[in-house]
C-alpha cells in the first residue's frame, strides 16, 4: 500500500474497508494478479487456527515440569517434531550441548538480630493439579550465579539499579561487604547481581515485592491470578548484556560436540557473587529487621514493613552451590521448502523449554505457532505453493539465557546471513491487545496485516482497537495527533529477552516479537511453579480466542513474506525512527550537561548543606565536570540522507510498480531488500561487547531486556564518556550511510525499469 500521511476520516474509511476485507486494494509486493491469488490463500488459512487443538496441545505440553534437561523437555520436543511430519513439514530435532547449572544447595538464614531459617519452597495448592509434581519440580534458583557461602550484614537497595545506589551514598549507607536484597522489576533481573557486585556487596538476593506483582495488584494466586506469598521468579542472571546470550562455554560458536568449550571458571557472564531469588514470604522478616536509615518514598513496597534500607544488627548466612553439568538441548526445526527462491528464508520460532510447567511461558506462544503450522501444512496438501522457504523453529533452553536459539544461530551464521528474510518470534502471549517489538523495516507490514485481523473480544480490527487504546493513554496532544494521522502505528524496537536476540543482533536479520497483552496480568506467575494449565485456563486467554489471533497474525505475515513477489519491506518508517532516535540522543546530552550545571551551582550555593536535616542527615552529591558539547553533524546528515532515499525508493516503487518488473530486476531488488538489515550491523560490533553487532538496536548494558536505540551513542551519554559519544556518532553515521546507499540503489534499479 502507498503510504500517505492520512485525515482521521480517510483513516477510518479505510478502517472499515479493512475491517470488510479490502478485497481490492493493493497489496504490497504483489501485482493485481498475484494480490488476488494472495488473499484467496491468506483467507483460507486465517479459517483454519483451532482455540481447542491449541488448548488440547497446552494441556499436553505443560502437564509436567519441562526445563532443560528433564526427561519431559526432551518428551515435548519429539511429540513437537512428531506433529510436524504429521503435517507434512520436513522436520527434525538439532542437538547441542551447553552449560546447565541446577541447584546442589540452598541455604539462607537470618543469624542476627534474630534467628530465622528461609522456606525455599512453592507449597502445593490443592485446587492446582499441577502444583504438587515437586519430584520433578525445579527449585527456585538464578541459573549462572556462581557458588558462594556468605554471611554478612544486610542492606535493602530498592530495585539495585545504578541510580540507587548514588541515592544510597546520598543516605551515607555503603553495600561494601553487604549482602543486598532487592526487589525484582524496573530492570532484568541479572542486572541487581551485576550492579550489586560493583559497589563491593558480597551476596545478593532478589526478592518479589507484593506492590509489583502480589496482593496490591490483585487477588493472589489460587483466588486470583497474582504472586501469592511464598511465589518465586527464577530465572537466568547470566550477564548476556555485557558478553553475549547462549552457551557460556561457546561464545560465537554452535555447543556442537566438537567445539572448542571455556573452562567454567573462564566463562564469561557468569555473576561475580552468589544470587538467589525469594518470595516476599521469606523476604519479609529480613525487611522486617533492618535498622539504619528509612529508604526513600519511592523505595517502599506493599509489605507491613517500614523499609529502613540497613545495615544495624542484622546478619544473613547465604549459601549456595550447583551442580555444573552439562546438558543435551533438542531445538525442532521444520521446513517448507520454496517452490521458486528455495534460498530465501523466512523463520519462525518459539521456545518449548519452561522454568517449570510453564503454560504461560512459553506454551501460550508455542501452541499459536503450531497451530499456524498445522494450518500451512494443510494449505500446502490444498495446492499452495509458497515462493520462497518457510522455516519453523521450537527452540529449547530459551529460559536459562537463549541457549537453544542462539546456538543455533552461531552454528548456521553464515547461510544465515546469505538466507534470511526474516524472522518472527513469539514467546508469552495473553489477552488485550496487539503487542510488536521489531525492525522499523517491518513496521509497515506489520500494519497492513493488523488492519485485516478482527479481535475477538471486540470485533474491530486488532489495529483499529490498538489504536483506540493508544489515544485513551496517550499523555499529549501531539501524541494523540500522530495517533489519528501517523499512516502506521509505531512498533517498539526490540531489546532482548526473547530468541529473536540472535538473528537480530548478531546476525542483522529483520526480526519480530508478536503477542497480545494488557487484559491479563502473567507478572504474579512468571516462572514459578504456579504458571500451568490451572492457573492459564482460569485467569489468562481461558477461551484461547487470542490464541487464534496470533496463528492469524503471525501466520499472515509469514504467508505474505514467503508469497511475495518483491518483498514487502517499507524504508519510510524507518527513516521517521531514526529520526525520533536522533531527536532523543541529542536532548538526552542536552539534558545530561544542564543536569550537571545546575548541580554543581547548587552545591556552591549551599542549597544540600541547607537542606541537611542533622537527625536524618545525607551526603551532599560530588561536584562534576561539565561535559563538552557533543558533535551530532554527522548524525543529522545521515538520517536526513536516509529519508532521501527512503522517499526516492517509494516513488520509484510508485512508478514502476504497476507494469511489474522484469525478472533480473525482481531478483536483484529482493537481494537488496533481504540485505536492508544486515547494512545497519557493522562486523566489529559494539564496543565492549563485538557479539553485538547491531549498531540500532540493542539490550542495554544496565537494562537488560530494555532496549538501547542507537546503542553506541546513548549509553556514551548516559555513562558519560563524552569523546566516545562523538566517535560513536561518527560510527553510526556511516552505517546510516551505508543502508542509504543500499536503497538508492535499489530505488535507481527500479527507476530504470520504470523507464
Ligand atoms: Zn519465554
Redesign the pocket.
Known amino acids: 500500500m502507498r503510504r500517505i500521511a492520512m485525515t482521521g476520516m480517510l483513516l477510518a474509511f479505510l478502517f472499515s474497508l479493512a475491517s470488510t476485507g479490502a478485497q481490492d486494494e493493493p497489496l504490497q509486493g504483489f501485482t493485481r494478479d498475484t494480490a488476488a491469488t494472495e488473499r484467496d490463500w491468506e483467507a483460507k488459512f486465517r479459517a483454519l487456527p483451532s482455540p481447542d487443538n491449541q488448548r488440547e496441545y497446552m494441556r499436553r505440553l505443560s502437564a509436567r515440569p519441562h526445563n532443560v534437561g528433564s526427561a519431559y523437555d526432551k518428551e515435548n520436543a519429539e511429540w513437537i517434531l512428531s506433529k510436524f511430519k504429521e503435517w507434512g513439514w520436513d522436520a527434525k530435532i538439532e542437538t547441542f550441548t551447553v552449560l546447565y547449572p541446577t541447584p546442589k544447595e540452598r541455604v539462607l538464614e537470618m543469624l542476627e538480630p534474630t534467628r530465622f531459617t528461609a522456606k525455599l519452597q512453592e507449597p502445593p495448592l490443592a485446587v492446582d493439579p499441577t502444583s504438587n509434581q515437586q519430584s520433578e519440580q525445579l527449585p527456585s534458583y538464578n541459573a549462572y550465579s556462581i557458588d558462594g557461602d556468605v554471611t554478612a550484614p544486610l542492606v535493602f537497595v530498592n530495585y539495585g539499579l545504578p541510580k540507587d545506589y548514588e541515592e544510597l551514598e546520598r543516605l551515607g549507607v555503603s553495600v561494601k561487604g553487604a549482602i543486598v536484597i532487592a526487589k525484582y522489576g524496573n530492570s532484568w533481573r541479572g542486572i541487581k547481581p551485576k550492579v550489586a557486585a560493583e559497589h563491593g556487596a558480597v551476596g545478593c538476593l532478589i526478592y518479589s515485592d507484593p506492590a509489583d506483582d502480589g496482593y496490591a495488584v490483585d487477588d493472589v494466586f489460587p483466588r486470583g491470578p497474582m504472586r501469592p506469598s511464598d511465589g518465586v521468579q527464577r530465572g537466568s542472571v547470566l550477564d548476556f548484556p555485557s558478553t553475549s546470550p547462549g552457551d557460556p562455554l561457546t561464545p560465537g560458536v554452535g555447543a556442537t560436540p566438537g567445539a572448542k568449550r571455556l573452562a567454567i571458571k573462564d566463562a564469561p557472564g557468569l555473576t561475580k557473587i552468589p544470587d538467589l531469588p525469594i518470595s516476599y514470604g521469606d523476604a519479609q522478616p529480613l525487611l522486617a529487621s533492618l535498622e539504619g536509615p528509612l529508604a526513600p518514598k519511592d523505595w517502599r513496597g506493599a509489605l507491613p514493613v517500614a523499609y529502613h534500607v540497613g545495615p544495624g544488627k542484622t546478619k544473613v548466612h547465604l549459601k549456595v552451590s550447583f551442580n555444573w553439568d552439562m546438558k543435551e538441548i533438542y531445538d525442532v526445526v521444520a521446513r517448507i521448502p520454496g517452490s521458486q527462491t528455495p534460498d530465501e528464508w523466512v523463520i519462525r520460532g ?2 518449548h523449554d ?1 522454568w517449570v510447567n ?1 503454560a504461560q ?2 506454551i501460550s ?1 508455542q501452541v499459536a505457532l503450531l497451530e499456524e503450522a498445522r494450518a500451512l501444512g494443510e494449505l500446502v496438501k490444498q495446492g499452495w505453493k509458497p515462493k520462497r522457504t518457510i522455516i519453523y523453529c521450537a527452540w529449547d533452553a ?2 536459562p539465557m537463549l541457549l537453544g536459539s542462539t546456538e543455533w544461530v552461531e552454528e548456521h551464521d553464515k547461510e544465515l546471513a546469505q538466507h534470511a528474510v526474516a524472522y518472527i518470534n513469539s ?2 502471549s495473553g489477552r488485550g491487545y496487539l503487542t510488536v517489538e521489531g525492525s522499523h523495516t517491518l513496521e509497515h507490514l506489520v500494519n497492513d496485516v493488523a488492519r485485516e485481523i478482527p479481535d475477538p473480544e471486540t470485533k474491530l480490527t486488532i489495529s483499529r482497537r490498538l489504536q483506540l487504546r493508544r489515544i485513551e493513554t496517550a499523555r499529549a496532544e501531539d501524541e494523540r495527533r500522530e495517533l489519528r494521522q501517523r499512516a502506521d502505528l509505531r512498533i517498539e524496537a526490540l531489546g532482548s ?3 529473536y536476540t540472535a538473528f537480530l543482533d548478531h546476525i542483522g536479520i529483520a526480526s519480530m516479537d508478536v503477542r497480545f497483552s494488557g487484559e491479563d496480568s502473567s507478572a504474579g506467575i512468571y516462572h514459578s511453579a504456579y504458571d500451568d494449565f490451572y492457573w492459564f485456563t482460569h485467569f489468562a486467554d481461558t477461551d484461547f480466542v487470542y490464541g487464534r489471533a496470533l496463528s492469524q497474525t503471525v501466520g499472515t505475515m509469514i504467508l505474505r513474506l514467503a508469497d511475495a513477489d518483491l518483498l514487502p519491506f517499507e524504508f519510510t518508517d524507518l527513516a521517521d525512527t531514526i529520526h525520533l532516535y536522533q531527536k532523543q540522543v541529542e536532548k538526552l546530552a542536552g539534558d545530561e550537561r544542564a543536569e550537571i550545571v545546575e548541580r554543581n551551582k547548587e552545591i556552591e550555593e549551599g542549597v544540600f548543606a541547607a537542606g541537611n536535616d542533622p537527625r536524618r542527615p545525607q551526603v551532599a552529591p560530588p561536584h562534576a565536570d561539565v561535559p563538552p558539547y557533543v558533535n551530532f553533524t554527522p548524525l543529522d546528515n545521515a538520517a536526513d540522507a536516509l529519508t532521501r532515499s527512503a522517499d526516492r525508493y517509494q516513488a520509484a516503487l510508485k512508478k514502476a510498480w504497476p507494469a511489474g518488473l522484469p525478472a533480473a530486476t525482481m531478483q536483484d531488488v529482493n537481494q537488496k531488500l533481504m540485505e536492508s538489515e544486515r547494512h545497519l550491523t557493522t562486523s566489529d560490533g559494539l564496543l565492549r561487547r563485538p557479539w553485538y553487532k547491531h549498531m540500532i538496536y540493542a539490550p542495554g548494558v544496565y537494562s537488560g531486556y530494555g532496549v538501547k536505540t542507537l546503542p553506541g551513542i546513548r549509553e556514551a551519554i548516559e555513562e558519560k564518556r563524552w569523546a566516545e559519544a562523538d566517535s560513536e556518532i561518527v560510527r553510526d553515521a556511516a552505517v546510516l550511510d551505508s543502508e542509504s546507499a543500499l536503497i538508492n540503489s535499489a530505488a535507481a534499479q527500479l527507476e530504470q525499469a520504470a523507464r
Open positions: 518459539n521456545h519452561a510453564g511461558d512459553p506462544g530459551e529460559e514467546d508469552s529477552g526473547s530468541d
